[in-house]
């Protein structure tokens, strides 16, 4: 990470309490800082970013890999608390979270098993990238976001994290210190689906995950995400609405089709192209919301 003039200072955190203070710190001071979990991002980007030829302000990397309280997982009844700093691998291993099937399914799809074993939820939250696969697993589980700083606590629904693309509600000073997620019943209808060139080691054309609950016969409960077709992960608002209240199998599926429409705005880039993402987001949320009849 000094391949150009840049100097960095390297700080490991041992404690969150330690965390929060020095990135009050840092925030105060406007000293450049990065935060340094997983580093699958962060490393990546520093490797590729353009040599500089000046002397840029000093950045302080704060590694928060060994802070305790971010690789914790909690069953807490009706819900699990996910610590920032837990891994993918940790997802598809650890039994409390084993409660969650979804949360599995997508872990084994983000990259491969060495991303897994670094990745953390939090950093994959913070990216803020429209393809990013554990947000849009993280949707459809109702999940919502602790976000701890030097003045306290707050929480903010996923979904309502993101303002556009790349862009999130949370401080320079704030960190993601955990992750609640909804346990959904054991009866509920879920599925997780990634699209892409390979199934793990690609980032995703288009992924979706969802939840699903019935109750005399009728969907009591709608979650949905869905990735790369939009700049932000979308929840799909309008095929929810339409699913919620009604029978499954009474449900119009070309009207699913243009629900799924209305929620997206899918581009081309050098992954796909808008026509490919369209037609299937169209087809796998056709296909999940036809089999909630069977």
Request: charged content about 25%; overall charge positive.
């Amino acid at each position: 990470m000094t391949a150009d003039s840049r100097v960095d200072v390297f700080e490991r955190m041992r404690s969150l309490d330690e965390t929060v203070a020095r990135l009050a710190a840092c925030a105060a001071g406007e000293t450049p800082f990065q935060l340094l979990s997983g580093g699958t991002d962060l490393v990546v980007e520093s490797h590729l970013a353009p040599p500089s030829s000046t002397v840029r302000p000093k950045r302080v990397l704060l590694d928060i890999s060994s802070v305790p309280e971010l690789s914790q997982i909690e069953d807490r009844g009706d819900m699990l608390r996910l610590g920032g700093g837990v891994t993918y691998l940790a997802l598809r291993r650890d039994p409390v979270a084993s409660r969650v099937p979804l949360l599995a399914a997508m872990a084994k799809d983000v990259g491969a098993i060495q991303i897994q074993a670094r990745g953390t939820l939090a950093g994959n939250i913070a990216t803020a990238s429209p393809a990013a696969d554990g947000v849009c697993g993280l949707f459809a589980l109702d999940a919502v976001i602790g976000l701890r700083s030097a003045k306290g606590e707050r929480t903010i629904p996923l979904v309502d994290l993101y303002e556009g693309y790349k862009k999130s509600k949370r401080r320079p000073d704030e960190l993601i210190a955990w992750v609640d997620v909804r346990v959904p019943s054991p009866t509920a209808k879920w599925v997780w689906r990634k699209v892409g060139t390979r199934l793990a080691q690609a980032i995703s054309k288009v992924a979706l995950s969802a939840v699903v609950e019935i109750d005399d016969g009728k969907i009591s409960r709608a979650r949905f995400g869905m990735a790369s077709v939009a700049p932000t992960t979308s929840a799909l608002p309008s095929v929810r609405a339409l699913l919620e209240g009604n029978a499954p199998g009474w449900i119009d599926l070309a009207a699913v089709e243009r629900a799924v429409d209305a929620d997206i705005s899918p581009i081309d880039d050098v992954r796909s192209t808008s026509a490919y993402r369209r037609h299937v987001a169209k087809a796998i949320t056709r296909e999940f919301v036809r089999a909630l009849s069977g």
